[in-house]
């Protein structure tokens, strides 16, 4: 089942249910996938699916860091509930030990010896954590262990 018809059964869910949040965040995400199937012409794979979700995933958390810095805790509860509607959507998520091993494996094949391979390692190790980990924790990754 794709992404746009898993929203659509859990937007109707949400209806039945009277859950105001989940169905306002439901209509948000798809809303998103609608129009980035606009945008690319076509359905979306898998992997774009996932992307997207990363990304409406990211800009949750980066608002919650705001408000939470600006003193808005009248905001933080209804974001995170979106925050957690959300990641149902995304694959699980590597812990930071299994994000290590994937990079300690990338940088063994490409054969990095410093940080000047920062640009290449990252090349060879985004595509195989693609949606599964957040592109800040891989990147703080690579740089410490081509330290």
Not at 15 to 21: E, I, L, R
Not at 26 to 55: C, F, P, Q, Y
Not at 87 to 102: C, G, H, M
Request: glycine share 4%; proline share 1%; aromatic share 2%.
């Amino acid at each position: 089942m794709s992404l746009l018809e898993t929203l659509n059964n859990d937007l109707k869910q949400a209806m039945k249910a009277k859950d105001k949040q989940t169905l306002s965040t439901v209509r948000m995400l798809k809303a998103a996938v609608t129009n980035e199937e606009i945008k690319a012409g076509h359905e979306l794979s898998t992997d774009d699916e996932t992307v997207l979700l990363a990304r409406e995933l990211k800009q949750r958390k980066e608002s919650y860091a705001e408000f939470k810095s600006a003193g808005r805790d009248d905001l933080l509860e209804s974001l995170d509930m979106e925050i957690k509607i959300v990641e149902n959507y995304l694959p699980e998520q590597l812990s930071a030990e299994e994000v290590t091993d994937i990079v300690k494996e990338v940088i063994s094949q490409v054969g990095a010896t410093s940080k000047a391979d920062f640009g290449k390692v990252m090349g060879a190790v985004i595509p195989k954590l693609k949606g599964r980990a957040d592109g800040k924790v891989i990147s703080e990754t690579v740089k410490s262990l081509l330290n």
